[in-house]
């Protein structure tokens, strides 16, 4: 199975990588530096989901199986402290079908939305926050704001695995 990841972040290459050998008895991946057509810093399901499907389209091509698109974004919640979470989203494209997964989602510190909603990008904020340079390549925010107990590759893991639920069960979904 040869399978090509729309992005050179290692986050989401190994993420990948770990639930896809899961799958598959054997996986090639590889990464792909892939335009994703939306904003840096996506706000709102319909842009962060397009953004993932977009990495994946744009990275597919015969010479793989799969493509996967991973997009995070933040998403308008009622009754949270801030009014969003950061949900990550992974588009998985054939050819042909295109299959949707999401992570567990989280919220940032007020001070942090309040910098993304000036323009900024949630990373860079995040960077500054926790002095430690391009963190979204490392454990993640999800690991500081958990105190260690989720760090990006797990969390990016989740919509990973999702997105290939209904690849699991090819004849519950695509009868």
């Given amino acids: ?17 770990n639930i896809l050998e899961k799958i598959y008895p054997a996986v090639e991946v590889e990464d792909r530096d892939v335009d994703s ?9 319909e842009v962060t989901v397009q953004g993932a499907i977009n990495r994946a389209k744009n990275a597919f091509s015969p010479d793989f199986d799969l493509s996967v698109g991973i997009e995070s974004g933040l998403l308008e919640v009622p009754n949270s402290i ?9 588009a998985i494209y054939d050819g042909e079908k295109i299959t949707l997964g999401v992570s567990a989602g989280f919220e940032y510190p007020p001070m942090v939305i309040e910098q993304v909603l000036g323009g900024k990008e949630v990373g860079d904020v995040m960077d500054q926050v926790t002095g430690v340079d391009k963190l979204g390549q490392k454990t993640g925010a999800v ?4 105190q260690g107990m989720l760090d990006r590759t797990g969390n990016t893991e989740q919509c ?3 997105a290939m639920v209904p690849r699991m069960n090819d004849n519950l979904y695509f009868e």
Avoid: E, F, R
């Fill in 37 to 45: 057509g939306v904003p840096d810093q996506p706000i709102g399901l």
């Fill in 143 to 146: 690991s500081h704001l958990t």
């Fill in 82 to 90: 801030t009014g969003y979470l950061d949900l990550q989203w992974c």
């Fill in 1 to 17: 199975m040869k399978i090509v990841v729309a992005s050179k972040n290692p986050v989401k290459l190994k993420a990948t990588q």
């Fill in 160 to 162: 990973v695995l999702m």
